[in-house]
């Protein structure tokens, strides 16, 4: 197709310059594909109106307004939204894109992608020990004896336990099947043999809590899904175990999780939190069995290009008219689905 022919697109997302880290300087993954060249961040305003009237695809990126119905009815020509994130269940309600004939497609795959690698990292290193090691060494500044005092590490026949099927959850699986690791599962939607393909075994969640060394959260954030991860389940862990969480900070009871954590019986890497980030004088930041970081699992930094190569392979397919390969539709009843 010639470059005449390529759909008029409206990118928006906050801040602006986010764009550029996507879809590289100039924004040149997508000039290929369609006729895009101001970014938005804001949809309610004259210069978004007069956009919004000649577009055809709507780019978005986090940061994003959310795309309500008074939105669409100034976009005439919109027939698809290509989303750089993850679930767009927050930017459009999925019934209101398919009334109005919009096609939805994440880059949720490709987010996927970082959060595991984060997750099985955080996983091998819970189970060497590896902060309490920095931190013994860094105050005795001298030799530590491995065979005495890390006597209880390794990675070799512990078992982990993974808590949602979901698009990260069986990456991490994956992940895991490379190891001596057992590996327990817990979605109540999953089977046995679905299980047993992503080299897992299906079991209760109470069950998983009780066995597990390290127990890594791939929940998403829904009704079904909050505070799942409750007091009674967290006393169930044995001490000395980790417990992790990329998901979002509302599938757990914090204060119930903070009490355990008081007591030095278990440990925690956070990436997410509630509220996030923490107030400063939270006491998540000082205690020694915690690691935060600031929801840097997901993409970032050299990774928002492998999003942006998702969403331009996306819109290749919508300039051919071909279905998209990763399409968002609305959440099936899977604990781990997003």
């Not at 209880?152 to 808590?163: A, I, K, S």
């Not at 299906?202 to 991860?229: F, K, N, Q």
Request: proline share 6%; glycine share 8%; hydrophobic share 40%.
């Amino acid at each position: 197709m010639s470059d005449e022919t390529r759909p008029r697109a409206v990118l928006a997302m906050r801040p602006a310059a986010l764009a550029d880290d996507l879809f590289g300087p100039g924004r040149h993954l997508l000039r290929q594909h369609v006729d895009a060249a101001t970014v938005l961040e804001s949809l309610d305003d004259a210069p978004a109106h007069e956009l919004l009237a000649e577009a055809e695809v709507l780019i978005t990126g986090w940061g994003c307004p959310p795309v309500t119905a008074e939105v669409l009815d100034r976009a005439p020509r919109l027939r698809a939204i290509v989303h750089s994130g993850g679930s767009t269940v927050e930017l459009i309600d999925p019934s209101l894109a398919a009334t109005h004939g919009i096609a939805v497609s994440n880059a949720g795959e490709a987010n996927a992608i970082p959060v595991a690698e984060y997750a099985f990292a955080a996983i091998l290193l819970a189970n060497k020990q590896a902060t309490a090691a920095e931190q013994l060494y860094r105050q005795r500044r001298d030799r530590i004896d491995r065979e005495v005092e890390l006597r209880d590490t390794g990675n070799y026949r512990r078992q982990v336990g993974l808590v949602g099927a979901s698009r990260t959850g069986r990456r991490v699986a994956g992940l895991l099947a490379l190891t001596d690791l057992d590996v327990l599962l817990y979605d109540p939607y999953l089977t046995d043999d679905q299980a047993t393909e992503l080299g897992a075994r299906r079991c209760d969640l109470a069950e998983l809590m009780a066995l597990s060394d390290v127990v890594s959260l791939h929940v998403p954030s829904t009704a079904e899904t909050a505070g799942m991860i409750s007091r009674a389940l967290l006393s169930l862990m044995r001490d000395g175990t980790t417990l992790i969480n990329t998901a979002r900070g509302t599938v757990l009871d914090q204060d119930a999780l903070l009490d355990e954590l008081r007591t030095g019986r278990l440990r925690a890497v956070l990436d997410v939190t509630t509220p996030e980030p923490l107030p400063a004088d939270h006491e998540l930041w000082s205690l020694p069995g915690v690691t935060l970081t600031p929801h840097i699992a997901g993409a970032t930094g050299t990774e928002l290009r492998r999003l942006g190569s998702y969403v331009a392979d996306e819109l290749a397919r919508f300039r051919q008219g071909t279905p998209f390969a990763y399409p968002d539709s609305t959440p099936t009843p899977v604990v781990g689905v997003p």
